[in-house]
C-alpha cells in the first residue's frame, strides 16, 4: 500500500510538472498571436500592450509555479528515505522517477 501510494504521488507530481509546462509553451503561442495580429491590424503597439503586461505577469507566475513543483519533487525524493518500504537499495544508473510508461510507436494505416 505504501509503495502504491507513493507511485500515486510520484505520479501526480509528474504530471502537474508537464501541465505547467504545457500551460507555458501555450502562453508563449498566445504572445507571439497577439504580436502577429497587432502587426497584421497594423495598430499602435499601445493596443493591447496591457494585455501582454497581464499575460507576461502569468508567465512569470508559472514560472515560479515551476520552480515551486521542482522543488516539492527533489524533497519527495529526499523523503522516501524516511518511508519503510521506499528505501534505495540498489545503486547505479536509475530509471525515471516515476518510471515513462511504455509507448508504442505510431504507424501509419492505409
Request: charged letters at 20%.
Amino acid at each position: 500500500m505504501i509503495e502504491s501510494a507513493a507511485f500515486e504521488v510520484a505520479t501526480q507530481v509528474r504530471a502537474v510538472e508537464d501541465a505547467i509546462e504545457t500551460a507555458l509553451a501555450e502562453i508563449a503561442e498566445l504572445q507571439g498571436r497577439m504580436i502577429r495580429a497587432r502587426a497584421v491590424a497594423g495598430v499602435s503597439t499601445a493596443l493591447g500592450h496591457e494585455a501582454l503586461e497581464q499575460l507576461a505577469l502569468a508567465t512569470t507566475g508559472l514560472v515560479t509555479a515551476r520552480g515551486g513543483v521542482a522543488h516539492c519533487h527533489g524533497v519527495l525524493k529526499d523523503s522516501k528515505q524516511f518511508v519503510p518500504g521506499l528505501r534505495t537499495t540498489s545503486f547505479g544508473e536509475g530509471d525515471e522517477c516515476p518510471p515513462a510508461a511504455a509507448t508504442t510507436p505510431l504507424r501509419v494505416v492505409a
